[in-house]
């Protein structure tokens, strides 16, 4: 049986190394947040010398929740998409533009801040690594 479940998010290779900044970026934004473990590649690693500093195992507590991210050292033919999001639910509403805002920086509103009529407020944004959140206030 399972032991937890925990969403991860794996930064594609072929770029610039993301993880540790965005987990960085994120850990900004929530109260209490923080990142837990950080493990690098090395230059003996896969991609080599060129990838040596990225994270190969990061985890971070992000409103209670343990997230975990990696720098792929491998090109892949994919990348994040939409239909795989975090969900936060908002204490308020201030907490929830706050958040909209400055996940939206760079990236994409895909859903502005609204009423959509299953739920009191509501934002979809993709932020300027790729990583969705939908954003809620029941």
């Not at 590649?41 to 990696?70: F, H, I, K, N």
């Amino acid at each position: 049986m399972a032991h937890a479940l925990h969403p991860f998010l794996m930064f594609p290779g072929g770029g610039p190394a993301q993880a540790e900044e965005a987990l960085t970026f994120y850990v900004s934004l929530f109260p209490g947040a923080r990142i837990v473990a950080l493990q690098r590649w090395g230059a003996d690693g896969p991609g080599g010398a060129a990838r040596a500093g990225s994270v190969m195992l990061a985890a971070c507590e992000l409103a209670g929740q343990t997230v975990y991210a990696s720098d792929s050292p491998i090109q892949h033919a994919f990348g994040f998409t939409p239909s795989q999001s975090l969900y936060v639910k908002c204490e308020d509403e201030a907490e929830l533009r706050r958040l909209a805002d400055a996940l939206g920086q760079g990236g994409l509103a895909l859903m502005p801040v609204g009423d959509y009529g299953f739920s009191r407020l509501f934002g979809w944004v993709q932020d300027r690594f790729g990583v969705s959140w939908q954003l809620t206030l029941e």
